[in-house]
């Protein structure tokens, strides 16, 4: 068993009663910032499961973006700030704002942008594009030149050319990687985070 801090990691104080999804999300920060990700649980599809999901998420891409052997890409010039891009989900976009909050990448803070589908001309470092939905993911990314490292959360993803996509697997959040995507967005991928993603696939099948 895994025992880590969760204020060490994410911001905030755990509401009465949240004790399992608190365990839960110490688990996913203690596994990220091991580089060793342990597949959290997912409860049934409440509506206090779906927060639980999209923290364990926010936690994953936040750990994404801040691990610096996980991708080397020119950080911004002139102190500006690096930016994750979120298209889809307001909640997905307060709660990584709330995980962010305070921290840094290089010494440049961290700022989250809630965007809609035609706000994406402007380059993003991180852009997480939200919903199941194959089809609008692939008009959002192709809309997107810019997103530096795109992840989804739909069925064909890596098809529609994200580098990271989250899964759920036995009730578990996962992540598969595309080394084709990763490679066409300059993007350098961890050894020891492609150990422990769900899937490594070279092309985007």
């Known amino acids: 068993m895994i025992r880590h801090r969760l204020s060490s990691f994410l911001p905030g104080r755990r509401a ?3 004790r399992l999804a608190g365990w839960l999300l110490a688990c996913a920060a ?3 910032a091991a580089a060793a990700v342990v597949p959290i649980p997912v409860l049934a599809q409440s509506a206090g499961s779906l927060a639980l999901e ?6 994953f891409l936040y750990k994404f973006r801040a691990m610096p052997s996980f991708r080397r890409v020119p ?6 700030p ?3 891009g979120v298209v889809g989900s307001d909640e997905m976009a307060a709660e990584l704002t709330r995980v962010v909050a305070g921290r840094q990448v290089g010494g440049r803070a961290l700022v989250v942008r809630s965007l809609r589908e035609g706000e994406l001309a402007a380059p993003v470092h991180l852009l997480f594009v939200a919903g199941n939905d194959s089809a ?9 030149p810019g997103a530096l490292l795109p992840v989804t959360e739909c069925d064909l993803g890596l098809q529609q050319g994200s580098v990271i996509n989250f899964r759920i697997v036995d009730e578990r959040v996962r992540f598969d990687v595309s080394l084709d995507s990763a490679e066409k967005n300059n993007v350098k991928l961890s050894s ?3 150990t422990v993603a769900n899937r490594v ?3 985007n099948s």
């Open 201 to 203: 696939v070279k092309g």
């Open 82 to 84: 690096v930016t994750i």
């Open 16 to 18: 009465p009663g949240m």
């Open 136 to 144: 609008r993911t692939g008009r959002i990314l192709r809309a997107a």
């Open 192 to 194: 020891r985070l492609l």
């Open 30 to 32: 203690a596994a990220c």
């Open 75 to 80: 950080l911004p010039t002139g102190g500006a």
């Open 54 to 59: 999209r923290r364990v998420k926010a936690a």
